[in-house]
């Protein structure tokens, strides 16, 4: 792996400029738009033709969901690299919580029949899905308890597949790559889930909540002070990665559905305002126009 590499690499895991506007805040993180302890995520391919149908529909069910007591909440994204697709965000407590979803899912589907129509369509549109549940590894991340995700506009996610036997490796990759950061005093959090089930262990996530695109560009200046980490990861990625595979993807608020708390941290972005009516100018009469 070259220092190029893993500069790429690095791109996967850090958060450009410190403060509220990046994703992140120097103050205490309200709960509701923190990390959370397990995440559900969702993969979704549609066909081409079917896109914009599978979006109407993806957005639709999220209003109706804005009307009702539904049990969990979900952040849905869509690609920018890699495939085209669907990448749905689900925040749980613990896999009790999962559970008692599923089970008032369906209860809900049942009451609300525009609801499951929305389901339906977006069902029939689909060429594949993937669901994965991962958790949340505070030893491998790096001030992730900055991290506000309310303040994201996109999120880049890397996944990292080891070969079996070499988790001891790559925690030891991340928790250099986190001491040269600390020592540079470098305010960049990033978040890493560990797969439990959906995909072939042991396989790992990093999650970088970005605001804008632009944050990338301050990367490279971090390719000297990070010299010395990067050549120990380079020696640790040769022997123990499997694969890796970073991707973009862009925050849509209209076809996700947070909660009034976790829309609160950011409530013109999740919940803008509609447009006010345009205003049409009445039609002048020309009835008392002078005869010329």
Request: net charge neutral.
């Amino acid at each position: 792996m070259t220092i190029a590499h893993y500069i790429a690499m690095v791109a996967a895991f850090v958060l450009i400029c410190a403060g509220g506007a990046t994703g992140q805040t120097k103050g205490l993180i309200r709960p509701e738009t923190a990390p959370p302890k397990l995440v559900m995520l969702v993969y979704q391919r549609f066909p081409l033709d079917k896109a914009a149908e599978s979006g109407r529909a993806l957005a639709a069910a999220a209003r109706a969901c804005a009307n009702l007591e539904v049990p969990n909440s979900w952040i849905v994204l869509d690609s920018v690299t890699g495939d085209s697709e669907v990448l749905s965000f689900d925040p749980f407590d613990s896999f009790a919580h999962i559970g008692e979803a599923f089970a008032e899912w369906g209860s809900i589907y049942a009451v609300h029949a525009e609801l499951g129509k929305f389901q339906a369509q977006i069902n029939g549109a689909l060429a594949s899905q993937r669901t994965i549940i991962a958790e949340r590894r505070d030893d491998l991340s790096y001030r992730a308890k900055h991290i506000d995700l309310s303040k994201a506009r996109f999120l880049r996610v890397l996944e990292v597949r080891l070969h079996p036997g070499h988790e001891g490796e790559f925690a030891e990759a991340f928790k250099n790559l986190a001491a040269a950061y600390e020592k540079t005093e470098s305010d960049l959090p990033w978040v890493v889930y560990q797969v439990n089930v959906g995909m072939p262990s042991p396989t790992f996530f990093a999650f970088v909540p970005m605001r804008t695109l632009a944050q990338n560009d301050d990367l490279l200046k971090l390719q000297d002070l990070l010299h010395e980490a990067a050549e120990n990861m380079q020696k640790i990625a040769r022997a123990a990665y499997a694969h890796t595979e970073s991707n973009l993807y862009a925050i849509s608020p209209e076809k996700s559905h947070v909660s009034k708390e976790f829309a609160a941290g950011d409530p013109e972005f999740w919940r803008p305002k509609p447009p006010a009516p345009m205003k049409v100018a009445a039609k002048k009469s020309g009835k008392n126009k002078p005869i010329q």
